[in-house]
């Protein structure tokens, strides 16, 4: 029954959003483990050229997403679950939201502090309005680097949180924001 009351999803903006900016943070923190953690020998630091323009479009997509959910993407009133659960579910998403805000400022400023412009695969590249400073941009990289863990470790909280919605709960909260509409119930 619950299933019923809170099957009404969100529209196809949202979702597409959501999952690209999933899609992104995941590819940005899997290719920085990767130039990092990876031996040197295997000549990953290319990596860090995709990373920067992965960043570039993280920017864009949730720039973008903000926007869409200020104005026209669909909210949902009344998410199940008891008051203590919906105020923690909302700090979830603005802690989020604050950490990828965070963490995109912060890549932007590691490059251009330290002394690069930001280039966008190549085909775009946005100049440094700042004078360098190593030291600043290493401080910026080391906050960026705190940020990250915490931000994965908030996705993973995220994700957890919306599967016991769907096995536990069976309240349909997950499936608002599936890519494709859920298929008939099976027990």
């Known amino acids: 029954m619950a299933e019923a009351e ?4 969100y529209d196809a903006i949202t979702v597409t959003l959501h999952w ?20 040197r020998e295997m000549g990953l630091r290319w990596l860090s050229g995709v990373h920067v323009s992965f960043g570039v479009a993280l ?26 659960a919906r105020t923690a579910a ?7 939201y604050g950490l990828l805000l965070a963490q995109i400022a912060l890549g932007f400023g590691i490059e251009w502090f330290g002394g690069s412009s930001i280039s966008f695969f190549g085909f775009l590249d946005i100049p440094s309005p700042f004078t360098a400073s190593r030291e600043l941009s290493g401080r910026l990289e080391n906050a960026h680097g705190v940020i990250a863990w915490t931000m994965m470790t908030l996705v993973g909280g995220h994700a957890i ?20 509409p859920a298929g008939p119930a099976t027990d």
């Open 59 to 84: 920017a864009a997509v949730v720039g973008v997403r903000l926007i869409w959910r200020l104005t026209l993407g669909r909210r949902f009133q009344d998410s199940p679950g008891k008051p203590v």
């Open 161 to 180: 949180a919306a599967l016991w919605h769907h096995y536990a709960a069976r309240d349909g909260v997950l499936t608002r924001m599936l890519p494709l």
């Open 20 to 39: 690209l900016t999933a899609l992104l943070v995941l590819a940005l923190f899997g290719s920085a483990m990767a130039w990092t953690y990876l031996p």
């Open 90 to 96: 909302r700090l979830m998403h603005l802690a989020l």
């Open 6 to 9: 809170n099957s009404a999803r």
